[in-house]
Every structure is written in C-alpha cells, then in structure tokens.
C-alpha cells in the first residue's frame, strides 16, 4: 500500500537547498548586530519599549537596529518552521529516500558527498532522489 506524501514543487525544493546555511548567515547577523548595539551602549530594555520618542539621529539608529534584528529574527523563525516542515515531508518517503532528500535540501550537500557518505554510486543518488520528488509532486 502506497503512503500518501503531501505535494511539493521543484521550486520550494530549491528554496530548502542550503536552509540551514541561510539560518546559520541570519544568526551571524544577528550577532554582529548584537556586538554593534554594545558597543554604540544599546542596553536590552530598548529592544522591548522600543524608543517612544526619538531624540535624534542616534535613537533613529538605535530603533533601526532593534528592528532589523526583529526582522531577522522573523526570517530565522520562517526558515527554522520551513526546514521542519519539509522534514516532516521527507519522513514519509523512505528511509533512503528522506536519507538522501534531507542531506540534499536540508544539509545542502552535494550529489557526489552524498554518494560518498552513503556507499552508493552517483547514479543511485540520482534514481532515489528523482523517485523521491516524483513522490512529493503528487499528491
């Protein structure tokens, strides 16, 4: 008996590819932006109040920083729950198949690494990985 496996396209595959690559440039950013607010002496109250009242060009920067961290932290939070997400897809395929999909889309390893990790040839990567976006673009 077939498992039902929930639809993806090619194109969400494409934006998985290198997610944990992406969560992990959002979080140095993050930091930095952290490491720049102490040294321009932001203290963390500002970051919940968010300045009411700017009182010039240096509580402008502070509110710009505060929320350019909040945005990144919105985009860490999206890509985090898009990773999960896709997990949960790749464990309804096979073990090898969400093996391999999930050293591909969430690890970004290469089709060759792949093989290397795995003791299979390049062209069994290609075959169960093909067969396992065949699985995921239906429904």
């Known amino acids: 008996m077939k498992k039902e496996v929930a639809c993806i ?3 969400q595959l494409s934006e998985l590819l290198f997610v944990n690559r ?3 440039s959002k979080m140095r950013q993050i930091k930095r932006l952290n490491e720049l607010m ?3 002496g932001l203290i963390t109250k500002y970051e919940h109040e968010k300045v009411q009242h700017s009182g010039g060009s240096s509580e402008d920067l502070k509110i ?3 929320d350019c961290k909040d945005k990144l932290r919105t ?4 890509l985090v729950v898009a990773r999960e997400k896709a997990k949960n897809l790749f ?3 096979k073990k ?3 093996m391999i999909m999930e050293m591909r889309y969430i690890e970004g390893l290469p089709f060759k690494e792949i093989a ?3 003791n299979y040839t390049e062209v069994a990567i290609f075959k169960i990985h093909q067969s396992a976006v065949k699985k995921l673009k239906s429904h």
């Open 64 to 66: 710009k920083l505060i």
């Open 38 to 40: 102490e040294d321009i």
């Open 116 to 118: 290397e990790r795995t």
């Open 91 to 93: 464990k309804r395929l």
């Open 75 to 78: 985009e860490v939070v999206e």
């Open 22 to 24: 992406r969560i992990e």
């Open 9 to 11: 396209d090619k194109e």
């Open 96 to 98: 090898k198949e969400c």
